[in-house]
């Protein structure tokens, strides 16, 4: 028996894909950056609809919309504005029917909460790995089984965190320490729930590696910090694996660091489709 192959159309008569109505939660350090490159066109097959900000906005290149409006015109939502948008917002974005793409990602170390929005639809989740790199490959390690050890070490200038909850003696020790110091050690589930605005890093390693109470964390305050450092060790029966990166800190939000916003362009662009790209 012989098979019939139907030819592959020719690419010039497949249709276009669609161009996704992009709406931007926060107009901050990373907003900014991601909303005039969007406005810009710099993103094929995305363009800026709305922003959605508590605050009013001057200056914005969209119009700014409220979340509930925001969801009738748009089918992507990217969250540049923390983790308690996540928190309040992302089943609602994922039930409407749009997808999520998330920048705090700590809020995804709440197993209730990353329940619900497995549950929840038709629309897709979505997170960017932010500052740090070799998720792919930490990714890829577990189709091999189970890593043993995982261990993120990030060190920033004090004052960046600083956080509420801090008693008196820490407090002081980071705005006098003249050498670095260690503020906080524990897991991926614990550590972005103190630091929400200085360690999403730690649970895009625990996206990444499938377990939020393997991965381990040491937050460390360094006055001489001129670059935000992540360190990223992991070892497993079949292998061994050390990342490392340095970056400087955003002027506008010394808390995240410049490359931030061009991470979730970089997502953004795989997310609609972007020729040649690799989720």
């Known amino acids: ?14 249709p276009a894909r669609p161009v996704r109505r992009i709406g931007l939660v926060g107009w901050g350090a990373i907003g900014r950056v991601v909303g005039t490159a969007l406005a810009e066109g710099h993103i094929p097959g995305a363009e800026l609809t ?13 119009p700014q919309l409220s979340f509930e409006d925001a969801l009738t015109v748009c089918d992507l ?25 998330i920048a705090s990602t700590g809020a995804l170390v709440d197993p209730e909460l990353t329940g ?21 490959l930490l990714q890829a390690v577990r189709g091999l089984g189970p890593l043993t050890s995982v261990t993120l070490t990030t060190t920033k200038l004090p ?25 906080m050690r524990g897991t991926a589930r614990d550590v972005p729930v103190k630091f929400p605005k200085s360690t999403n890093v730690a649970a895009s390693v625990a996206l990444a590696t ?51 916003p061009h991470a979730v362009l970089r997502s953004l662009g795989a997310v609609v489709g972007r020729a040649g790209q690799i989720l």
């Open 1 to 14: 028996m012989t098979a019939t192959l139907t030819p592959r159309p020719d690419a010039s008569a497949r």
């Open 50 to 62: 709305c922003i959605i900000d508590n605050r009013p906005l001057v200056d914005a290149p969209a």
């Open 77 to 101: 939502i990217v969250e540049a504005a923390g983790q308690a948008v996540v928190r309040e917002w992302a089943e609602r974005v994922l039930n409407s029917g749009a997808d999520l793409l």
């Open 116 to 136: 619900r929005l497995r549950a929840a639809g038709p629309g897709r989740v979505y997170f960017t790995g932010g500052a740090v790199g070799g998720l792919d």
């Open 159 to 183: 004052a960046t965190l600083h956080q509420p909850w801090m008693d008196a003696e820490l407090t002081e020790r980071l705005r006098t320490t003249t050498e670095p110091v260690e503020v």
């Open 210 to 260: 499938g377990d939020p109470a393997l991965v381990q964390v040491v937050v460390v305050a360094d006055p001489a910090a001129t670059l935000t450092r992540h360190v990223i060790e992991a070892a497993g029966p079949h292998g061994t694996y050390r990342f490392e990166v340095a970056h400087r800190p955003d002027e506008a939000n010394p808390a995240t660091s410049q490359v931030v």
